[in-house]
């Protein structure tokens, strides 16, 4: 049923259109008729009443009725006026009921006493209908008043007839006049609308309304199940559409829309963005409280902009998962370092006891199993938390391959960590420092990395130690900036991803660093954040 009704666009105007015209002209010819039809018969009454009275008053109409006799100049009068105002006949009749003048026309329906009595006998001007059907004749009947001086006496009437036939057939040339006009209005209505309907087809991109709705409705389903912001922007400044994830994102009121970006959004690097005529690619924007990754598209309808289109989305979101993305690449390396190791002393286990030296293959196991023990013991001992045992393990053992001597400082000691210090946090804070620990003194000859960790006091104290070449002077700050490498080009985004997670945490991080000599990080975090 529904697809019956899904007629086209332009069909839909057509029939409206037609439908529409087909009742106003109706309507409209009808009324028209009605009134020129009513205009046509009042105007052949006063017509017929006003050539009467003319009539009646001329003096040889008076003189003729006194004497009582038919005049010829009389009948020329009656045939002069008669062709002037279209009657078919003008009779000039005495008191007596004789005719004393007339014109050539004869009237197709005869003349009586009755038609002229209250004209003699009360002087009255009036309108008499006589005949039926095509023999109808419509009378204008004046008195002819004679004046003797002393009295006035109605002496005769003046009879002006007109044809009922004759009327309506000038009403019909009028009628066929308004349909001729209605027709030439009605044609062009079409053609109006059929031009109408191609306009809205190609602004509508030669969609279908329904199909424009289901447009709509798939957009907002789109645009509200997405979890970047947009907002739409018309050329001056008004909203006109705003998803849930933007409202969220910029603390918009629910009923932005219609309303201007000005009024709504108070950020002048916004609003700078919005006001830009070429598009803005992933640019960081501090809004409120949030870091915003923001994107812009200007529309454009030939060469000019009619509306912008902004995205954005919460940079703690892609932090997040580059943090994720880090956490994992950390424990696969520190995996797949630890496994290495483990794999070529097992393999020097494998090779001992194929050369039957179970001595010395017993002496190693003795000894790494003493090894691990040792380390073990100290960590289950002094460092309680697992996260950081988890870190420290995974770093021994890339030490082990890397053939740096990791030690954990005898006096190190920690409780389990707060809850507001995560495990992403601190793979990417000890991660990072300690790596670069490995890295600067991989050109010794003795190579020496330290980690010491105390949390006495109110803060948790980190210290990560190398013996490497240390820093040149005026680097110390610079390193925490994203780009600065001594290491190459795209590098130098670990130590500043670093130091936010470290500021994100209140805490503070402090380098000691001299040349040939070494460096030392020292990371502060509070146990409690305000």
């Known amino acids: 049923m529904k697809k019956f009704f899904r007629v ?19 309507l409209v010819t009808c009324m028209v008729v009605y009134m020129e039809s009513n205009e046509d018969v009042e105007n052949a009454e006063y017509l017929a009443l006003q050539t009467a009275k003319t009539v009646s008053y001329m003096p040889i109409v008076q003189e003729t009725i006194i004497q009582n006799r038919r005049m010829e100049s009389i009948d020329a009068i009656s045939e002069q006026i008669q062709e002037e105002v279209d009657a078919s006949a003008i009779r000039v009749v005495s008191r007596s009921g004789e005719t004393v003048g007339a014109t050539e026309t004869e009237s197709t329906v005869e003349t009586t006493g009755r038609d002229y009595y209250r004209a003699v006998v009360y002087g009255s001007n009036y309108i008499l209908y006589t005949g039926k059907g095509d023999k109808e004749i419509l009378k204008g009947i004046a008195p002819i008043i004679v004046d003797y001086g002393d009295y006035k006496k109605m002496e005769g009437a003046v009879i002006a007839e007109f044809k009922m036939q004759d009327i309506h057939n000038e009403t019909k040339t009028d009628i066929k006049r308004i349909i001729t006009a209605s027709s030439a209005v009605f044609i062009l209505g079409i053609a109006g609308s059929f031009l109408l ?289 001594l290491k190459g080009e795209n590098r130098g985004y670990g130590l500043a991803h670093v130091r936010e997670e470290i500021e994100l945490l209140q805490g503070t991080i402090e380098i000691g660093s001299y040349e040939q000599e070494g460096t030392i990080f020292t990371i502060i975090l509070p146990k409690e954040m305000e």
């Open 197 to 485: 309907a191609r306009s809205i087809r190609k602004d509508t991109f030669g969609l279908e309304p329904y199909e424009i709705s289901t447009l709509y409705q798939e957009r907002e389903a789109i645009l509200q199940s997405v979890k970047e912001g947009i907002v739409a922007i018309d050329q001056k400044g008004i909203i006109t559409m705003v998803n849930v994830s933007a409202q969220e994102l910029l603390h918009l009121p629910n009923h932005a829309e219609g309303q201007t970006v000005y009024d709504v959004i108070t950020s002048p690097q916004f609003l700078e963005m919005v006001a830009s005529i070429e598009g803005i690619t992933n640019k960081e924007l501090h809004y409120k409280d949030k870091n915003l990754i923001v994107n812009t598209r200007p529309i454009r309808r030939r060469s000019d902009i009619v509306g912008t289109v902004i995205s954005f989305r919460d940079k703690t979101e892609i932090k997040k998962m580059v943090d994720a993305l880090s956490e994992v690449k950390q424990y696969t390396e520190d995996l797949r370092a630890q496994a290495h190791e483990f794999t070529s002393k097992l393999y020097v286990i494998l090779g001992l006891i194929q050369l039957d030296k179970l001595q010395e293959a017993i002496e190693l196991i003795q000894e790494e199993t003493q090894s691990q023990k040792q380390v073990t013991e100290m960590f289950f001992r002094d460092i309680r938390d697992e996260k950081i045992q988890a870190i420290i393990l995974g770093k021994l053992a890339k030490a082990s391959e890397k053939k740096v001597n990791f030690k954990i400082e005898e006096g190190s000691s920690l409780e389990p960590l707060p809850d507001h210090i995560p495990l992403s946090k601190l793979i990417i804070i000890l991660g990072n420092v300690i790596n670069n620990a490995f890295d600067a003194v991989m050109d010794n000859e003795e190579k020496i990395v330290s980690f010491f960790v105390t949390d006495l006091g109110r803060d948790i104290v980190f210290e990560i130690a190398d013996n490497g070449k240390g820093l040149e002077k005026g680097t110390e700050q610079k390193i925490f900036q994203k780009g600065f490498s």
């Open 8 to 26: 086209s666009l332009q069909i839909k105007i057509l029939g409206l259109v037609i439908f529409l015209l087909l009742l106003v002209l109706s």
